[in-house]
């Protein structure tokens, strides 16, 4: 079963403007899926495939000239210089007024592909992100599925796919073929089972301030080792930040970004969370919500082909914000998360700070909750985070 992504609809107008895509995001995010539905005239090779990577690897050119239409080139990360030769090829179209060749590069590590997409691709790529399911997307098949099962089951597309049943076995499977493999290749991983240590302890650290000597101490390592490991888990897509907000304001304010996992599915399970019983008791449901809702705002921007610009507020007053995001014109819209089903009028209490602080700046504040008073002359400003493509 296939289910209806977003970011299609961005994706089949590109070649309208420019003859390279560039799509990046993690393994399994549904990218090749995606791309050969979409464009199913269009030969594809895979990367990892090690012929195919030793014949681009050995005569690039040759291998390009092998489809004269254009091709989808699959885990270019592996690759990385193919971008260089995809420049000369769509220049020289551009040269010859001939037929235009169409390309679709996909990669599943962010820093590799990105570095030389800029360097070669300027003015001739479009960069899009394919990141798991949002919960827009599932609740399209699924309509009915609860809150709990979707942080339990995440947003990668075979879980849902395959059953709820399936999922402790396709995300155990996942980590072990994809997380250790593809980081043993990054990185000189000495000890696996400190690195396993390190990517739980990250899971139990979601929503919090990103803090590289703490659990340096915790497992062991140096704060140099944690440093390096976090950045092959951002590049690779396993986790992201959210950057602390900095204003011209006379306020000290904190300067660690806090830490959330692209997929809570993921996360869940390195918790040992593997049932809605164990989540609904568990002391990290919300902060699990808090990465959902985080998450879910991220995915509506870039299944758009928009770039989100989130940040959160915290200064040592403890007045804290959740979301803060930043418009093109530089106002904000404020957001708390609460996993709460019942409102509650204290939850507007940070949002009522924020406003007074960053005055004009804001330009909205709303609660994102679990419940279903929306939006009426009682509860103006929340909102059930089912319903977050309305904002």
Known sequence: MLINRILKDILSSVFDYLPVVTLTGPRQSGKTTLCRKLFSELPYVNLEDESVLSEIDYDPKRFLAKYPNGVIIDEAQRFAKIFSYLQVAVDEDRMTDSTKRRYIVTGSSNFA????ATQSMAGRTAVLT???LSVEEILSQYPKTETSQLILNGGYPAVWTSGNEARQLLISNYYT???ERDLRQLINIK???LFNTFVRLCAGRIGTEFNASSLASDIGVSATTVRSWISILETSYIVHFVQPYYANINKRLT???KLFFHDTGLATWL???NTKEQLDVHPLRGSL???MVVNEIIKQKLNRGQNPQLFFYRDQQQHEVD???????GSLRAYEVKSAMTYRQDFFTQLSYIRKTLGNKIISTRVIYDGDQENNQDFDGIINFRNLKTV
């Open 113 to 116: 592909l990105m570095q030389n």
């Open 130 to 132: 394919l990141l798991p």
């Open 177 to 179: 073929t994809y997380i």
């Open 191 to 193: 000890d696996l089972h």
């Open 255 to 257: 300067k660690s970004p």
């Open 271 to 273: 918790l040992g969370i």
């Open 289 to 291: 919500f808090e990465n």
């Open 323 to 329: 979301i803060l995001e930043e418009m093109p014109d």
